[in-house]
């Protein structure tokens, strides 16, 4: 039986209908959104005692004392914590090879389709931790539906999370057309702000992902921030432990897969080559097991505008 979508040898040399004669040894990089948003969140150990889920404790928030008065029994209060739990699933993309590849000596090889799986764990993080700012992580939220990001919005997202009691600096996640109504919305300002450095410095050129700090705020730019609801794009700002991850290590998973087949073993996800030889290709697939949860709700606030 076939292997379904392995990349043939045809595939390699066929450019916009014409084939080439000679592949050049050179392979180019092309453009994608590397951002990693995990250095924002919070990363939680994966206890995987017989469960995929991690159920995390919240401590109780301190209260002040009061005075009962002479010869008054004190009450007591009942001590409620809060919790989150977190869901751990396994993530997996694989690519398939035909043998013409390598025997025809194309630039594409294994080693080279192995680094593109580990490219792609930062991008599965970034989906997953921007799919929380639509999936009901924060409740408070800023912007109007169809209209244009604002600086006031921004001020708006910062002022309720200082008021949440949340400790800047703050991180500010968008979509490329919110930055971009952000900037344009800069540009107008008038009195001391368009004088700050940092508006100078947030107004400059840059590539992707980081783009600056502005009012003690580092905001970042991903196309991973969702269309949700449609006409909308739903990014967010949120302080230190709004959000949180947990990956369950591979080393248990390592004593099932045959020694000859395993490609790598980085901790966090594994590489493993299946190679099917009556249809001469070898596929690697790449496996890892995480979860991303909203983990406090007052510590974050949604940012929906026009898309």
């Keep these: ?25 050179l392979v180019l990089e092309q453009l994608y959104d590397p951002t990693d948003l995990r250095a924002l969140c919070l990363r939680v150990p994966f206890d995987g005692a017989g469960s995929s889920v991690t159920h995390v404790t919240q401590d109780m928030v301190p209260g002040a004392f009061a005075a009962p008065g002479e010869n008054v029994t004190t009450a007591a209060t009942a001590y409620a914590t809060g919790h989150f739990d977190i869901t751990v699933a396994r993530y997996s993309r694989a690519y398939a090879l ?3 590849i390598p025997v025809s000596g194309d630039a594409i090889d294994l080693n080279r389709v192995v680094q593109n799986l580990v490219n792609g764990v930062s991008l599965t993080f970034t989906d997953l931790i921007c799919d929380q700012f639509h999936n009901g992580a924060f409740s408070n939220s800023v912007g109007t539906a169809n209209v244009n990001l604002s600086v006031d919005d921004i001020y708006d997202a910062i002022f309720q999370l200082t008021a949440s009691l949340n400790s800047a600096p703050y991180a500010c996640v968008l979509h490329p057309v919110q930055f971009n109504d952000f900037l344009s919305s800069l540009r107008a300002e008038t009195g001391a702000a368009q004088f700050a450095p940092a508006t100078i410095e947030m107004l400059g050129a ?13 905001f970042y730019v991903s196309d991973s921030v969702d269309n949700t609801p449609a006409g909308n794009y739903t990014g967010a700002m949120f ?5 949180a991850y947990s990956m369950a290590p591979v080393s ?35 496996h890892m097991f995480i979860g991303v949860s909203g983990a406090e709700d007052a510590r974050g606030v949604r940012i929906r505008t026009d898309a």
């Design 1 to 25: 039986m076939a292997v379904t979508g392995a990349t043939t040898h045809a595939n390699m040399l066929t450019n916009g209908g014409a084939v080439a004669e000679v592949l050049s040894s």
């Design 98 to 100: 035909t043998d013409l």
């Design 206 to 218: 840059k590539g992707t992902g980081y783009k600056g700090s502005w009012m003690n705020t580092d």
């Design 239 to 243: 302080a230190q432990g709004a959000i």
């Design 252 to 286: 248990r998973l390592i004593g099932h897969i045959p020694a000859g087949s395993l490609l790598l073993d980085a901790g966090d996800i594994v590489v493993e080559l299946d190679r099917t030889a009556t249809d001469g290709v070898s596929a690697a697939y790449a």
